[in-house]
């Protein structure tokens, strides 16, 4: 059960290496920025098949760690999980000032999240990479090209409306994050409210 802390008011394809500099010159934008989701998909795939292959145990070693397992699993549920709501002013005061123990994560796909994002946070897109957080650190800077968040840091998601940044909520904490914060608002949110105060230009 989590504990809600309220905050202001509320298939495999190939795995042949796609070059970024022959899409850009052969292909639109818009194409670039979808091979991007599925060049990223496709690497968490194969990261996931190769540790996948590489951790194979007998039955004999299942059963002397199953007591370790269960000691360990006892202690992940004990870490009750504290989940603060956050709006717009919130994350305002966030990207002004900004916290090394706070990570704002964009969980859109990374074609949405190059069209525009809330300055300073990273993209971990939910659907194209749902287990991302439950990498090794290495495999982790492998694909994303920067560091894992630490879980020490309290993770704050956003997405389009809130669906899938509440859905990365969930499942950061399976694993083992219990630092988090959902911006349900999301982007559209944040869009609409930077438009009526003037920070960005409304749309035609």
């Not at 990223?40 to 059963?63: A, C, P």
């Not at 397992?69 to 202690?75: D, N």
């Not at 966030?94 to 964009?106: G, K, R």
């Not at 300055?119 to 894992?148: C, H, Q, R, V």
Request: overall charge neutral; proline content about 4%.
């Amino acid at each position: 059960m989590f504990r809600i802390v309220s905050k202001s008011s509320l298939p495999i394809l190939s795995s042949r290496c796609i070059s970024k500099n022959l899409i850009k010159s052969s292909l639109s934008t818009n194409l670039y920025q979808q091979s991007l989701s599925l060049s990223l998909s496709y690497k968490f795939i194969n990261q996931f098949q190769s540790r996948f292959n590489s951790t194979k145990v007998n039955n004999n070693e299942i059963n002397s760690t199953e007591s370790t397992t269960e000691s360990t699993e006892s202690i992940q549920r004990s870490k009750e999980p504290i989940i603060t709501q956050y709006n717009y002013e919130d994350i305002k005061k966030l990207i002004s000032n900004p916290s090394p123990s706070q990570t704002l994560i964009d969980v859109r796909e990374p074609n949405e999240y190059l069209e525009g994002h809330i300055k300073g946070a990273i993209n971990i897109p939910y659907k194209s990479t749902p287990g991302a957080l439950d990498l090794s650190d290495e495999e982790f800077e492998d694909i994303f090209k920067f560091t894992k968040p630490s879980k020490n840091n309290e993770l704050i998601f956003y997405c389009l409306a809130g669906v899938r940044s509440t859905a990365s909520l969930e499942l950061a904490s399976m694993f083992g994050y219990t630092k988090l914060g959902n911006y349900l608002g999301s982007y559209e949110d944040w869009v609409l409210n930077e438009e009526k105060n003037g920070e960005i230009q409304p749309k035609n």
